[in-house]
């Protein structure tokens, strides 16, 4: 298995992986917009959106694969008046793609000024690079 790690500092508080690739698979954690300072985008859905999505690509390319390996999305939301920017910000980053995805709406996250958090999974039978 390979391991890869972001910048948020529940990784090591938690002892968890940002991602982790076991064979052609690979398994994207719960990310929500967070970094070593803190909140990202604080109470903005569609940023927030927009930061994770990006992070969750990032990790699935540090283990050898490409956004279009992505697919399957879970998208939690603290506010159900957020689905569709939400909806419109994961339209834009997978047009084309269409990864199955299920949205969920959730009491709250480890921060209140966190409104977004989404897993995902990748299958890649090649590496990239």
Known sequence: MEHHFSDSPWEEKV????????GPHIF?????????SGTVAPNDAAAQTRYVLNKIERAVVALGGRR?????????LTRRSDAEVVGAEHAKFFAGIY?????????GLVADDMVVEVEAEAYVTEREG
Request: glycine share 2%; proline share 3%; charged share 20%.
């Open 99 to 107: 990864p199955a995805a299920t949205m969920v709406f959730i009491d």
């Open 15 to 22: 002892q968890f992986a940002r991602a982790v690739r076991a």
């Open 68 to 76: 279009d390996h992505i697919v399957r999305t879970r998208l939690f």
């Open 28 to 36: 994207v954690a719960g990310t929500a917009a967070v970094d070593a």
